[in-house]
């Protein structure tokens, strides 16, 4: 099994997810939180990856949101040029909310998805974590206005690698089921439906960590201390939406990532 290495850009998040540890903890493990990776931190540990002995995927995260460093694109372009036969990394995996995903991050996404260099799944998927339908529940989800804006540049990638013609990455539409969401899971299914018939895009709808390579809408449990009542939530959602597999039992275990 590939070693899952987090080189976190930053840990500062500009958005604040009322289920995730990042809303509630100014500082981590005791080290003084807010601060951006230097350039010369991450191109050692870059070039450090030649002398690692196990094959290794790649995570520009852990709690905070990568695409706020201002030099993202700086910093994995350098990954990817130095990752010619996959010398340092075998997978990249960018966990993103999406608010940030202008047109030059947009391109330095698709550029590195798709060189010729490298395997062809060496940059898989891109993870959205979206989470509602309406801008309203965005808001209470999330405590900012940015739900128009994520929905915009997802809907920008997506145009953008068909328009290139590529097929690299796939994109994850993440919902966490939560009873303030609830009532926009059939919604949410719809919306983004229409958007990829209308782009001739196959997808999966999934209650699972994504198991092949394909664009997805990912149905996930919320992860709370009454685990028992998010998963009964989880799975009435499910079976409202008709995506379980015939004969599914009980709660499901998703994949860590």
């Known amino acids: 099994m590939p070693t899952n290495l987090n080189l976190e850009l930053t840990d500062?998040?500009?958005?604040?997810?009322?289920?995730?540890?990042?809303?509630?903890?100014?500082?981590?493990?005791g080290f003084q939180a807010n601060k951006f990776m230097k350039w010369d931190?991450?191109?050692?540990?870059?070039?450090?990856?030649?002398?690692?002995?196990?094959?290794?995927d790649l995570c520009p995260h852990w709690?905070?949101?990568?695409?706020?460093?201002?030099?993202?694109?700086?910093?994995?372009?350098?990954?990817?040029?130095n990752n010619a036969g996959n010398r340092l990394f075998r997978h990249f995996k960018l966990?993103?909310?999406?608010?940030?995903?202008?047109?030059?991050?947009?391109?330095?996404?698709l550029d590195c998805?798709?060189?010729?260099?490298?395997?062809?799944?060496?940059?898989?998927f891109v993870h959205f974590s979206v989470d509602a339908y309406t801008p309203e529940v965005y808001y209470r989800l999330k405590k900012y206005d940015?739900?128009?804006?994520?929905?915009t540049n997802i809907r920008r990638l997506i145009e953008r690698r068909q328009e290139r013609g590529l097929r690299w990455p796939y994109v994850t539409?993440?919902?966490?089921?939560?009873?303030?969401?609830?009532?926009?899971?059939?919604?949410?299914?719809?919306?983004?439906?229409?958007?990829?018939d209308r782009h001739d895009v196959e997808f999966d709808v999934v209650y699972d960590w994504p198991q092949r390579f394909a664009d997805n809408l990912y149905y996930r449990r919320l992860h709370q201390k009454n685990q028992a009542a998010a998963d009964r939530l989880h799975r009435e959602v499910l079976d409202e939406l008709d995506i379980l597999p015939l004969g599914a039992q009980g709660a499901f275990i998703e994949e860590a990532f």
């Open 146 to 151: 940015y739900g128009e804006r994520v929905y």
């Open 63 to 81: 709690l905070g949101e990568p695409t706020l460093h201002p030099e993202f694109s700086r910093f994995v372009r350098y990954a990817f040029d």
């Open 173 to 196: 539409n993440a919902f966490i089921v939560t009873p303030e969401n609830r009532h926009e899971a059939r919604w949410y299914l719809d919306y983004w439906t229409a958007l990829f």
């Open 12 to 29: 500062l998040c500009n958005v604040k997810c009322r289920f995730c540890g990042q809303a509630e903890t100014p500082k981590v493990h």
């Open 95 to 109: 966990h993103t909310n999406g608010t940030l995903l202008d047109d030059e991050r947009i391109d330095t996404i």
């Open 113 to 124: 998805a798709n060189r010729d260099d490298q395997a062809e799944d060496t940059f898989g």
């Open 41 to 56: 931190v991450w191109k050692a540990s870059i070039d450090g990856l030649a002398d690692y002995p196990d094959e290794v």
